[in-house]
């Protein structure tokens, strides 16, 4: 109970006294109150009810009759940010200008009200304005920021165990004569640098979901490790409605999380682009000049030959790997289950 309820309860108290004594004299004396202070609770109780017993402080309620108008106190507060280093007669004068009038007292009164009443007050506010003002980048200084900043280019994918982060993409190689287009697949453990490929004719849901369930899911069940999440484009082999399309259906029934990079953005899956690379500077621009592939099983055998040496002798030197193979970091980052420690038992003395 608050203190302004007790004393209305006191109050209370002394009325209810005097009704049951019919002596105002000997109530007031009990209670400790004079006959005026009676005569006045009596007259706020008869007059405003519950609430006259409540202590009113003198003064106006709410807002002063004559504080400034809302339009006026905006006015005043918005060439405070302007010019905070006016003062009141000239901000008076510069309002009049504008056809507000006021006067320098009530521009005093609206920065004392809004603690603006120095200088110093004003400046502040205006630096935290400033701070707190969201700027919109155009494309191009976003990416100069991403090129110049340490803070963007030192961002990375974070997989902090195998499986944790398998990157997906789709890459197309070149045209085939007498076969058409060829198109690579591919997949790799953001973690260990683990790679995965395989060329198709063409770029479907369906070719998406063989590499997964052919070639990735077995290397990772063969070790005993699962996939937490996929990480893809928005290209229309991987991405669709959930409910029908092949891919996200085959991610659901795997309990695998997809995750989709921003439109227009291929530095967010940039591990599986840096494969890429890899295999044009290391594989196709080699082969293609050595050998006369025909069809794309020739084509396949050679790139699986690679993919060996890839994965298990040639040293990577990505970020966390310390020049080791992607096997060894395959093997090496796969999550240990903890085993229960059986309890040791007490012997009998």
């Not at 507060?77 to 006021?102: F, K, T």
């Not at 304005?129 to 110049?148: C, G, H, N, P, Y």
Request: a positive charge; proline letters at 5%.
């Amino acid at each position: 109970m608050t203190t302004d309820k007790k004393v209305a309860r006191r109050k209370l108290s002394l009325l209810e006294l005097a009704a049951d004594l019919g002596n105002v004299s000997r109530a007031c004396r009990v209670m400790g109150y004079s006959r005026q202070q009676f005569y006045e609770i009596r007259r706020n109780f008869q007059t405003y009810g519950a609430e006259g017993l409540l202590d009113r402080l003198p003064g106006a309620r709410g807002p002063h009759p004559n504080r400034v108008a809302a339009e006026i106190e905006q006015a005043i507060l918005d060439h405070a940010l302007s010019h905070p280093c006016h003062g009141p007669m000239r901000v008076a004068q510069e309002l009049v200008l504008r056809g507000l009038q006021v006067s320098s007292g009530g521009v005093r009164g609206v920065w004392q009200r809004q603690g603006l009443i120095t200088k110093h007050d004003r400046l502040l506010r205006l630096e935290k304005a400033t701070a707190e003002r969201k700027i919109k980048l155009s494309d191009e200084q976003v990416r100069l920021l991403e090129r110049f900043s340490p803070e963007f280019r030192e961002r990375h994918i974070e997989a902090p165990h195998t499986g944790a982060l398998v990157a997906v993409d789709t890459f197309f190689v070149g045209v085939l004569k007498g076969v058409g287009k060829v198109y690579l697949q591919t997949a790799i453990d953001c973690h260990s640098r683990h790679a995965w490929a395989r060329l198709y004719p063409n770029k479907l849901p369906v070719t998406a979901v063989q590499l997964m369930n052919n070639d990735v899911l077995p290397g990772f069940e063969a070790h005993g490790a699962t996939i937490d999440a996929v990480l893809s484009d928005n290209g229309r082999e991987f991405c669709g409605r959930e409910d029908r399309h092949p891919y996200e259906l085959f991610l659901q029934l795997e309990g695998i999380e997809h995750k989709r990079t921003r439109v227009n953005r291929p530095q967010s899956n940039g591990i599986v682009e840096r494969l890429h690379r890899t295999l044009l500077d290391e594989h196709f621009r080699v082969e293609g000049r050595r050998t006369w592939f025909e069809t794309i099983d020739e084509m396949q055998a050679v790139l699986d030959a690679f993919l060996v040496v890839y994965n298990t002798k040639r040293p990577h030197q990505g970020r966390g790997m310390n020049g080791r193979t992607p096997i060894v970091a395959f093997i090496a980052g796969i999550r240990k289950e903890e085993k229960p420690q059986p309890k040791p038992t007490k012997k009998a003395a």
